[in-house]
């Protein structure tokens, strides 16, 4: 099996009820068999279920893992696009709370392509790249996103054990939405790739810089 991210070569790692997955010997990623995926209304159905928004107290509690660290490498004015918002976009407006202009985009709930044709100074994309059906297209278009520069701020659960046993035993892997996931090695070989800085604060939020030198796409 070809790698979703970097196309190296992957071998079964687990199969549970749902489906088989891979892991790749290069990057390390871990995905679910690409036959084997939701239909995007299928998907969508699910993320209708979703009840987190900006009066969720515990929901902002969340984002505040990203948010507070994030906001110490900004400064007020800065612009930034919070990629995949979900059906009750709250990062974006806890931002403009601390003097951010946000922008939004979510390929089901704000899908304004438009949103993507500019470079921000940074990009949040919280809990959306477990999601990711073809990650290597996914990672390229959101680095792409920001400035020479600028930060890139991730949430998503990584996978710090090792076994298949571990794997199968892992909560975040029960969600059928949730398809591709990142150990360190794998966020390390990202940063490599695309030539950016990395800062992984705990085994869920990880920051990317984009080198002030790098050229613009």
């Not at 922008?103 to 990009?123: H, K, M, N």
């Not at 991730?154 to 298949?164: G, H, L, N, P, R």
């Not at 360190?184 to 990317?208: M, S």
Request: charged share 25%; net charge negative.
């Amino acid at each position: 099996m070809q790698c979703t991210l970097c196309s190296s070569i992957s071998k079964p790692f687990c199969a549970d009820k749902k489906r088989p997955y891979f892991r790749c010997t290069e990057c390390d990623l871990i995905f679910a068999d690409p036959d084997t995926l939701l239909s995007q209304a299928e998907e969508k159905l699910i993320y209708d279920y979703h009840e987190n928004g900006p009066n969720d107290v515990g929901y902002r509690k969340f984002l505040n893992n990203l948010a507070t660290p994030l906001l110490d490498k900004l400064s007020p004015g800065m612009e930034g696009l919070d990629f995949g918002s979900g059906p009750g976009p709250t990062l974006n407006l806890m931002l403009e709370e601390k003097g951010m202009k946000m922008s939004v985009y979510d390929i089901y709930y704000a899908p304004d392509t438009g949103q993507l044709s500019c470079q921000y100074d940074f990009v949040t994309c919280t809990e959306v790249a477990e999601h990711f059906r073809e990650p290597d297209k996914s990672w390229a278009q959101l680095i792409g996103l920001v400035k020479p520069g600028g930060w890139l701020g991730v949430m998503t659960c990584m996978f710090t054990k090792e076994t298949a046993d571990d794997f199968n035993l892992w909560s975040y892997k029960g969600d059928p939405t949730h398809i591709s996931f990142y150990t360190p090695k794998t966020i390390q070989w990202i940063a490599r790739h695309f030539r950016l800085e990395l800062e992984i604060i705990n085994d869920r939020v990880i920051f990317f810089r984009k080198p002030a030198d790098a050229r613009q796409r």
